[in-house]
T-cell receptor, first 114, second 111 residues
Framework: DAGITQSPRHKVTETGTPVTLRCHQT?????MYWYRQDPGHGLRLIHY???????DKGEVSDGYSVSRSKTEDFLLTLESATSSQTSVYFC?????????????FGPGTRLTVL | GQQLNQSPQSMFIQEGEDVSMNCTSS?????WLWYKQDPGEGPVLLIA?????ELTSNGRLTAQFGITRKDSFLNISASIPSDVGIYFC???????????FGTGTLLAVQP
């Protein structure tokens, strides 16, 4: 258990509405990540953060933004949700001080966009 | 985006059988990781490999980092019903150092 919680765990929303998912960690990890998981695609990186206010894009960042105003929270925002963003979203952290250290995952958020 | 080729996609076996799955890539990785995911949960790390040729065990699980650094395999010996789940490989390294995941192997174990 890497001390990661995600909220909400489940959400149903309508196309065009804004959605924010929260990842919270209690162990002062520097690196945090957001992935989405879809059948046939495994896990794909959306955005990641290497420190407070330091973020960068992953391979599927279009339609998503992130913010990290304090070490323990990494927020993922869908400004205007679309049906293609229906997915399971996972937050992850690395246990060490380097971005190359092993990643540990949160329990996930299942998002349905109608 | 880049993905790893993971095989097989699914396996249906009897309790007590051994299982083998593997991942291959066209890119070289510095780290190979194997995760297991249960329904409704996040992936849980099983084994991490950091050197080419490295062979590491975790209970009934054994994984190896291929010599070419482009592949890895995971073996599960004497499978039990709680081994059911989806197993993912992941490689890290290259220009971005980001983690790249395989598409997963679904394992079903018949008691």
């Amino acid at each position: 258990d890497a001390g990661i919680t995600q909220s909400p765990r489940h959400k149903v929303t309508e196309t065009g509405t804004p959605v924010t998912l929260r990842c919270h960690q209690t162990e002062n990890h520097r690196y945090m990540y957001w992935y989405r998981q879809d059948p046939g695609h495994g896990l794909r990186l959306i955005h990641y953060s290497y420190g407070v206010k330091d973020t960068d894009k992953g391979e599927v960042s279009d339609g998503y933004s992130v913010s990290r105003s304090k070490t323990e929270d990494f927020l993922l925002t869908l400004e205007s949700a679309t049906s293609s963003q229906t997915s399971v979203y996972f937050c992850a952290i690395t246990s060490g001080l380097r971005g190359t250290d092993t990643q540990y995952f949160g329990p996930g958020t299942r998002l349905t966009v109608l | 985006g880049q993905q790893l080729n993971q095989s097989p996609q699914s396996m249906f076996i009897q309790e007590g059988e051994d299982v083998s799955m593997n991942c291959t890539s066209s890119s070289i990785f510095n780290t190979w990781l194997w995760y297991k995911q249960d329904p409704g949960e996040g992936p849980v790390l099983l084994i991490a490999l950091y050197k080419a040729g490295e062979l590491t065990s975790n209970g009934r699980l054994t994984a190896q980092f291929g010599i070419t650094r482009k592949d890895s395999f995971l073996n599960i010996s004497a499978s039990i019903p709680s081994d059911v789940g989806i197993y993912f490989c992941a490689g890290q390294g290259g220009a971005t150092n980001k983690l790249i995941f395989g598409t997963g192997t679904l394992l079903a174990v018949q008691p």
